[in-house]
């Protein structure tokens, strides 16, 4: 399903810190020992990885660019050296991403004879052409529980009209709650999106949205993003096929003259003429997914991830290299799966399959990830058992005192109280690093937990854990290069990364999610 909710993402205004460990995981006995394959990453192997990775040649690695470009060739030419296997099953390592960076459309909109230009009475981000002679009106645009605005009303292959807010019972409570309280159907920052996708799942081949109360507020952001013309980028399948246009009084009031004071659904006769051509520019970019077959439970995946993109160039022409942020989790990736194919070829590989997952359009907005979990998933969801997600582990947080051999882990304990456990016994067996989980609090301001590619798993109720050394004066900056790197601490993390997944990968039953998905 497609649907323009652009509007929505620039327009959303958008853990307990104390971990205590209820019950033991176990970890299983190991028939291999996974020791000689760990001990394969190397701080020399990384560094000499990262000097290539997260160098000037590669111009910052920006999604779309040359530089990102000769990223995934590298990443290519790694897993090919190693004999490693693409996952898609045409033997393609490259998964494409479908980008565009989105500009304000330009046209005209006419509604029963009068023009309305893009900007000041009708607001849209998608293209939207054709001439239709009828809408379908449908109140409030809500369907829950028994209450349905769509009952006896066919709106498949039709515009509707939706205006905000939510049904209201005649002494002033609100239907769905029965009381005062609204419901997320009248919040503006999630209403626009709920009413947008039932109209679509409906059949609807596109939406009206009336909502004067905000309409100045939208109309913000559509000067701004006209003003600045930059774009942001965003999943093409999140475009144009189902257009959202918002109107306020004057133009709703065109399509419906008691559009505020009529609730009921119906069919509207109308002259509508849409004339809006997209400007949005396509954006080439693509994961790079590579796969190990599990010898016992094939079919259960082991995700581990990390992002291939950065922030490319600056105005002035510096690069931003990236070598943390996530050159380091990149490189370690890499050594991973080596030590994992090293076990292969020695007869030893891992029960279940383990999936080298690199995404692209981190830095836009967790794009590549969120285009493998939520539209083309490679492997199904269903049988993910977890993904371990890397995003920067090569430096040490100068905000941050006491023992230098420390990772911020984040996510381990949200869905699966059994994933968190075994990380922490798999940690005092084998790696001894001080874990911190200052971010884990669900009330850290930084949102953490929201801001890396484990999310997109973790919304879908697979378990993660994110690791993770904290930002630093480098970040997102110029000086983030390869040689302010601490490879002793990287080879450590990494390790640590493969112990875990390797557990993961072998134990007897899979992590068990024993929470609910927030």
Not at 32 to 43: C, F, G, L, S
Not at 58 to 69: D, L, N, V
Request: charged share 25%; net charge negative; glycine share 6%.
């Amino acid at each position: 399903m497609r649907l323009i909710l652009l509007l929505l993402l620039g327009l959303q205004m958008a853990c307990n810190s104390s971990q205590k460990t209820v019950e033991s995981a176990t970890i299983s006995t190991q028939v291999v020992d996974p020791v000689p394959y760990a001990e394969t990453i190397t701080q020399d192997e990384l560094k000499e990885m990262l000097y290539t990775y997260a160098s000037d040649d590669f111009e910052g690695r920006e999604t779309g660019q040359p530089g990102q470009k000769k990223a995934v060739e590298y990443l290519r030419a790694y897993y090919q050296s190693l004999n490693i296997p693409a996952a898609k099953s045409n033997g393609d390592y490259f998964q494409k991403v479908p980008l565009e960076i989105e500009q304000v459309p330009e046209g005209t909109v006419s509604l029963n004879g009068t023009n309305y230009e893009l900007g000041q009475d009708i607001l849209t981000f998608s293209a939207a052409e054709g001439r239709y002679k009828e809408i379908i009106y449908v109140g409030y645009g809500v369907e829950e529980g028994e209450y349905s605005d769509y009952t006896n009303i066919d709106v498949n292959n039709k515009f509707v009209l939706i205006k905000a807010g939510e049904p209201l019972n005649e002494d002033g409570t609100y239907t769905l709650s029965g009381s005062k309280e609204k419901s997320s159907w009248n919040n503006m920052s999630e209403s626009i999106g709920k009413k947008s996708i039932l109209a679509i799942e409906k059949g609807a081949i596109g939406v009206f949205f009336y909502d004067d109360s905000n309409y100045k507020r939208y109309k913000s952001h559509f000067d701004f993003r006209k003003r600045n013309q930059s774009g942001k980028m965003a999943l093409k399948e999140a475009s144009s096929d189902h257009p959202l246009l918002m109107l306020n009084k004057t133009s709703a009031t065109a399509l419906y003259p008691d559009i505020e004071g009529n609730d009921q659904p119906k069919t509207l006769a109308a002259d509508i003429e849409l004339q809006i051509k997209s400007a949005n520019l396509e954006v080439d970019s693509e994961n790079v997914v590579a796969f190990i077959k599990g010898s016992e439970k094939p079919e259960e995946y082991v995700v581990i991830s990390s992002h291939l993109d950065h922030i490319g160039i600056t105005a002035d022409g510096q690069i931003n290299n990236g070598a943390d942020d996530d050159g380091s989790g990149t490189v370690a990736l890499l050594e991973i799966a080596e030590a994992f194919k090293k076990a292969l070829d020695e007869g030893k590989g891992p029960k279940r399959s383990m999936v080298f997952l690199h995404v692209t359009g981190e830095e836009k907005g967790l794009l590549g990830s969120r285009y493998y979990t939520d539209m083309d998933p490679i492997f199904p969801l269903a049988q993910t058992v977890t993904n371990l997600n890397i995003d920067m582990i090569g430096r040490t947080d100068p905000k941050r005192s006491g023992n230098r051999n420390y990772l911020y882990l984040i996510g381990s304990d949200k869905l699966s109280t059994e994933l968190h456990n075994l990380s922490e016994e798999i940690n005092a067996k084998y790696t001894q690093i001080e874990f911190d989980y200052k971010y884990n609090d669900e009330n850290d301001r930084n949102r953490f937990y929201y801001r890396s590619d484990h999310y997109n798993f973790a919304k879908n109720n697979i378990p993660i854990i994110f690791y993770f050394n904290g930002t630093h004066a480098d970040y997102h900056r110029p000086g983030d290069t390869p040689d302010k790197i601490n490879y002793d601490l990287l080879e450590n993390r990494t390790r640590l990364i493969f112990y875990t997944a390797w557990e993961v990968a072998n134990r007897a039953n899979k992590v068990v999610v024993d929470k609910a998905s927030k």
